[in-house]
């Protein structure tokens, strides 16, 4: 049972505007086929924050650059969510677009994103903020020069008040990756959740297996640090750090008809955060992996990310 006790969250890092193009199937060469077209509110955390935002016992803020001309769109339906935008700043000179084309006949999707004249969140635009107010902060892996000076700030936080028992995660993408592992090192010290994503470990870690990959990133890490591995159909992975980490694993909880995955990856982080934040008992990996993992499915047998907490039975 979650408590019922209020816990602030505050996610960090990319709100957009997504165009979802449905197609009955992926067109050919001069195919001229119908498609449902409809803009919404995207960007990876963005969508974490709308899963979190959907726990009654959770008070969530965003923290992102809104781009100028579109923080109109962007901040109603932040509202709408009752996510808090006090975090956000408007930023100039932004022209960004991720179109989504989605294709029903055979379950997969095409992403085209245009990143614009990307005036990306500064560190300067975080040291405003009152971190202290916060239990959780999670971070989108992006602008890893800037994020630097944020996790910093963190961890100065955290010498300066050994009381305040904020938790932080961060998930990291093969398309949002510097070079090598060891330039972001000092940014993962500061996290107790890590999340990567397969591909990065597979093809950025060159892992043979994402178990290997799992074990050998938390064999770097501390005990008190947990690494998971989302795995799509085949559910999750994760372990503590430590230098004898032990695997621990989640099957897929699959709908019954698959309709839409797209941000079911920002579902499963929003799990693995209230998991480990709320769970009974708190910061238990296999409990919140399955509750995750749960979520997850249960979002990708619906269209878009309405009320999948309360349809869920994870509140």
């Not at 405003?128 to 890893?144: K, Q, S, T």
């Not at 909880?253 to 769970?279: I, K, Q, S």
């Not at 979002?299 to 990310?305: E, I, L």
Request: aromatic share 6%; charged share 25%.
């Amino acid at each position: 049972m979650a408590s019922s006790a209020q816990h602030k969250v505050l996610c960090v890092g990319l709100t957009c505007i997504d165009i979802i193009c449905a197609l009955p199937h992926y067109p050919k060469e001069d195919d001229d086929i119908p498609a449902a077209i409809s803009r919404h509110r995207g960007g990876n955390v963005s969508n974490t924050a709308t899963v979190l935002a959907q726990f009654p016992s959770l008070d969530v803020d965003i923290c992102s650059a809104i781009p100028r001309g579109v923080e109109e769109f962007l901040h109603r339906d932040l509202d709408r969510c009752g996510i808090g935008r006090g975090r956000c700043v408007t930023k100039d000179s932004m022209d960004q677009g991720c179109v989504c084309v989605c294709i029903v006949a055979d379950d997969s999707r095409t992403i085209m994103f245009d990143a614009g004249d990307l005036d990306d969140l500064k560190a300067t635009d975080f040291e405003a903020i009152p971190l202290r107010a916060y239990d959780w902060v999670h971070f989108e892996g992006r602008n890893w020069k800037e994020l630097k000076h944020m996790a910093t700030r963190i961890t100065r936080g955290r010498m300066e008040d050994p009381t305040w028992e904020v938790k932080v995660s961060l998930e990291i993408e093969k398309s949002k990756m510097p070079e090598s592992f060891v330039d972001i090192r000092e940014i993962v010290d500061v996290v107790d959740l890590l999340l990567l994503e397969k591909e990065y470990v597979l093809e950025v870690l060159g892992y043979a297996a994402l178990d290997d990959g799992c074990l050998g990133v938390a064999n770097g890490m501390r005990p008190d640090q947990l690494v998971v591995c989302p795995w799509g159909r085949r559910g999750a992975i994760g372990s503590y750090g430590g230098a004898r980490p032990r695997l621990v694993v989640s099957p897929a909880y699959p709908p019954a008809r698959l309709v839409d995955t797209l941000g079911a990856g920002d579902t499963f982080c929003a799990g693995m955060v209230r998991g480990l934040l709320e769970g009974d008992p708190v910061w238990d990996l296999a409990l919140s992996m399955d509750s995750a993992c749960r979520l997850a499915g249960f979002k990708c047998g619906v269209s878009g990310f309405q009320d999948i907490v309360r349809g869920s039975n994870t509140i």
